[in-house]
């Protein structure tokens, strides 16, 4: 009872919602909750349809919805990979599932845009963007950011990158995050509940972004 007034708290002071979240997790704890993923993107799909039918009031600049949602895993051993699959694959029951594990790529399910990357590290990313360029043999000169930006595989900037369980981000989307805003939360993901999500989301709105400015 106490947790369910807490929410509706926490729910009536947001006024402003992050588009594009990341949560960033490690391979222990995936394996400890494989089902987390399925359960937070359940909790953005309803608060995107609580939001659709009851419009936040004195809202500025708020986006209808949250628009996708990220969460990127650590390496993670294959056996315990192969046992924790299909529950991520479920996502797909509820959103776009887009799964990257290895050099696999899986698109299922419809709705909101949910990537799940296994074993993707930033740097991997930014190394192999450098040599599709040499590739295809485009001049130096010619190289920018939209350039680069075109070759990554994940082509979208993060509002807010999501930590749980410590402070220790993950090598992952080292171009895309550099603008992003951190949370840092001392609920391991295993018990990160609906009100911790709630608390990350009304964190976000009280931070002014300045875009490196």
């Not at 995050?177 to 009280?206: A, G």
């Amino acid at each position: 009872m106490f947790y369910w007034l807490y929410e509706r708290m926490l729910l009536s002071q947001i006024q402003e919602l992050p588009p594009n979240i990341c949560f960033m997790i490690s391979g222990a704890d995936l394996t400890a909750e494989p089902g987390k993923c399925l359960e937070v993107t359940v909790w953005c799909s309803e608060l995107n349809t609580f939001l659709a039918r009851n419009p936040l009031k004195n809202a500025v600049k708020t986006p209808s919805s949250i628009k996708s949602i990220t969460f990127h895993i650590n390496r993670i051993p294959q056996d315990e990979l192969i046992r924790t699959l299909p529950a991520i694959k479920k996502i797909s029951s509820v959103a776009r599932l887009v799964l990257h594990h290895g050099s696999t790529e899986e698109i299922s399910g419809t709705g909101l845009d949910v990537v799940v990357a296994i074993g993707k590290s930033g740097r991997e990313e930014i190394t192999d963007c450098i040599r599709k360029l040499a590739e295809n043999g485009i001049p130096p000169s010619e190289i920018d950011e939209k350039t680069l930006e075109s070759c990554l595989t994940f082509r979208y900037d993060p509002d807010i990158v999501v930590k749980s369980g410590g402070d220790h981000l993950t090598d992952f989307l080292i171009w895309q995050s550099v603008y992003s805003e951190l949370f840092f939360s001392d609920v391991n993901w295993k018990y990160f509940r609906r009100v911790d999500f709630l608390r990350v989301l009304r964190d976000y709105q009280s931070r002014i972004r300045r875009f490196g400015k």
